[in-house]
């Protein structure tokens, strides 16, 4: 470089840092609050304590860009059942959403990052500042060969076992812990004439529930070694694990197959039956029913699996076509920030993904779910994306629908075992 030109870059140099000096303190790691048009943003939020968070997520966002337009195009269905097909078909005809929910782990990277369809943010991750705050377990989860590809906005729990604290109470029921105390509660509470001992939905919440039986019956090791194929699929685990899974569905409703999430959590709320499980977003719908926790409801590990979270994390994606990459960006910069995060959480019954939440935010039911995501064992969901992939997933949804017909535990086995085989780490 030239004596002149190094002056004139110094000079530069000089007056840039002068200025930046006297400016006010820019929010460098933002967006810049010009962007305009409309971004899309596609989940499936549309109701139960789920909207209500995005709406107050939305308004964060609203209220830092409001010349972009917020489009939200969720499409009902509890756990994306209908929305991701839905997705999958606008992807199909080249219209993608601007930006949509994924799951961290193998949702996310073996279904759109192995197509193609999104792109990576490591420069908002720079500009931010996020990989000093997300947590370390999440971001391999988000990755592929060095660059990260969504933000996630929380970390829920699947393996929440929720009660209604009154029907227990007047059955003498204790808040069992072990699948063993599980059985003989059920049983007390059938024989006492308790309608639904334990409320069941449609089919993706048998499998959510089956996806804790499993770690409640087999634990956190040989759980993940599901995943890795280090545990087998035709081993004495899954055997007794579908045992166990059996002898729940018989104090099941008999209409689950019609009855969405909500549907089957509000069976506990209003005390027609005692247990339901499912993850902590009922906590979020069931503070929209004006319900308190501890008094209206209770909530424990699934019994079997005490010192174990199994999470997921709900995340938003930038689309490689997408209509409006600015206003993404911009969008993304609320779900990834502290104040984002802080509004959408609290009311979705999730706690946040970055570690420096306000917890006075936060009520006891997420408090003690903070506690027990720094301390225990974490493990990963099957039904919301972490641990298989979309064929994977669909083959042992096949299988167990199957199951849910016939009951033929050695059947659901042996598929199982074929569909690691064929779609897993069991090849
Ligand atoms: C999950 C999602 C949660 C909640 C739930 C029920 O897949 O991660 O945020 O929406 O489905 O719809």
């Not at 099941?252 to 069976?267: G, K």
């Not at 802080?342 to 009520?363: E, M, Q």
């Not at 506690?371 to 641990?387: I, P, R, Y």
């Not at 199982?416 to 085989?421: D, N, P, S």
């Amino acid at each position: 470089m030239s004596k002149r030109i190094l002056t004139v870059v110094s000079i530069l140099m000089v007056i840039s840092f002068a200025i930046s000096a006297c400016a006010p303190a820019a929010p460098a790691a933002e967006a810049p609050a010009t962007e305009a048009g409309k971004v899309q943003v596609f989940s499936w939020w549309t109701g139960g304590g789920e909207a209500a968070g995005l709406e107050a997520m939305i308004k964060v966002f609203n209220a830092k860009y409001p010349n972009i337009e917020f489009v939200n195009e969720a499409v009902a269905g509890g756990a994306g059942t209908n929305a991701r097909a839905v997705l999958a078909t606008r992807l199909q005809a080249g219209d993608p959403p601007d930006s949509w929910q994924g799951h961290a782990g193998q949702e996310l990277i073996g279904t759109y990052v192995a197509a193609g369809q999104i792109q990576p943010l490591n420069d908002l991750y720079e500009a931010n500042g996020w990989l000093a705050v997300m947590p370390e377990t999440l971001i391999p989860l988000i990755s592929k060969d060095g660059n990260i590809y969504s933000v996630p906005v929380n970390i829920h729990r699947a393996n929440v076992m929720w009660y209604n604290p009154a029907v227990l109470a007047a059955n003498n029921v204790a808040v069992p812990t072990t699948m063993e105390e599980w059985f003989t509660a059920l049983e007390t509470l059938k024989a006492a004439g308790v309608e639904t001992p334990l409320a069941l939905g449609e089919q993706w919440t048998a499998m959510h529930l089956f996806e804790t039986v499993l770690l409640g019956t087999m634990g956190p090791e040989k759980y993940n070694g599901l995943w890795d194929g280090t545990t087998a699929w035709d081993g004495p685990e899954v055997t007794e694990s579908i045992a166990n899974y059996a002898k729940l569905l018989t104090y099941t409703n008999s209409d689950a197959t019609s009855l969405t999430w909500q549907d089957a959590s509000q069976l506990v709320i209003n005390g027609d039956a005692a247990f339901n499980v499912m993850g902590d977003w009922a906590e979020g719908y069931f503070k929209e029913l004006g319900k308190t926790p501890e008094t209206d409801f209770g909530w424990a590990p699934v019994p079997g699996s005490v010192g174990s979270f199994q999470f997921l994390s709900d995340s938003f994606t930038l689309a490689t076509d997408a209509p409006n990459p600015d206003g993404v960006k911009a969008w993304l910069t609320v779900c990834g920030s502290k104040e984002g995060q802080d509004a959408f959480n609290p009311v979705k019954g999730s706690i946040p993904a970055r570690s420096d939440g306000d917890k006075s935010l936060y009520d006891v039911y997420l408090q003690s779910a903070m506690a027990d995501w720094a301390s225990n064992t974490v493990v990963g969901s099957l039904t919301h994306g972490v641990v298989a992939n979309d064929s994977w997933k669909n083959e042992i949804n096949t299988a167990l629908g199957l199951y849910l017909g016939t009951l033929d535990g050695a059947t659901l086995q042996a598929a199982l075992t074929t569909a690691c085989a064929a779609q897993g780490p069991c090849k």
